[in-house]
């Protein structure tokens, strides 16, 4: 609803998630959910003028093909946003599988205890999402690292904790109403509200970080503006 009067196709697997945004986002005009498999998407070669693949790679066995896939629906000088998870992330972010990486060599996928890991194949660096892009057919015209200031155990709170009680309906609706990020339409209540004060420390660790980070900084994200040739 901010961004322009373009054609927004959202896609996912689960059907689940699919009824939900349905139901938030009501009959938004130029807004269509969907169901598709990333590496089969439903959708002409060379159609579409840009592709938003945030925090997706990590979690398919094959990032390759899906870009690929994603390439081949592009327009020629079509735009691909993607982020990615950060091997090299900082400490707070998730102390536990940082030690233990550190000193084991594992980390904690599953559970409420997997942090950054959770249900993730892959953390990247700079040089293996770049060879991912590249490998796809497309160009790279921007990379940045991003968020290296992070409130101690971040994902473990919010992930590890907050999530599974969101999805399981266990909190006040005044709290579900902050939490829910697809919630559009709800007022986010009392500026007392716990959630609300809470993220105000969040964002307040946030305005330290900077929109690129130094080569080498632990980071959480990594980002990549990629353009198909053409």
């Not at 590496?39 to 066995?61: K, N, Q, T, W």
């Not at 030690?99 to 293996?128: C, M, Q």
Request: proline fraction near 8%; charge should be neutral; include cysteine.
């Amino acid at each position: 609803r901010h961004v322009s009067d373009c054609r927004l196709l959202g896609l996912d697997l689960d059907a689940g998630v699919l009824r939900e945004a349905r139901s938030n986002l009501g009959a938004m005009p130029g807004l269509l959910p969907g169901q598709a498999d990333a590496l089969a998407l439903p959708l002409p070669s060379g159609s579409v003028d840009a592709i938003i693949l945030s925090e997706l790679l990590e979690h398919v066995r094959d990032d390759v093909a899906v870009l690929r896939e994603c390439q081949r629906v592009l327009k020629p000088g079509g735009v691909m946003a993607i982020t990615v998870p950060h091997a090299n992330y900082p400490m707070a972010w998730d102390p536990i599988n940082k030690t233990l990486e550190s000193l084991f060599g594992v980390h904690i996928g599953h559970g409420p205890l997997a942090g950054f890991w959770a249900n993730h194949l892959r953390l990247y660096t700079p040089d293996k999402l770049r060879e991912r892009v590249l490998a796809a057919g497309l160009q790279v015209e921007e990379a940045r690292s991003l968020l290296h200031h992070a409130f101690p155990f971040s994902h473990n709170l919010v992930y590890g904790l907050g999530k599974p009680l969101l999805q399981a309906g266990m909190l006040p609706e005044a709290l579900a109403d902050v939490a829910d990020r697809s919630r559009f339409a709800r007022e986010d209540g009392s500026p007392l509200n716990p959630l609300r004060m809470a993220l105000r420390v969040l964002e307040w660790f946030d305005r330290r970080n900077r929109p690129n980070e130094a080569p080498g900084k632990a980071t959480v994200n990594l980002a990549v503006k990629a353009v198909k040739p053409g």
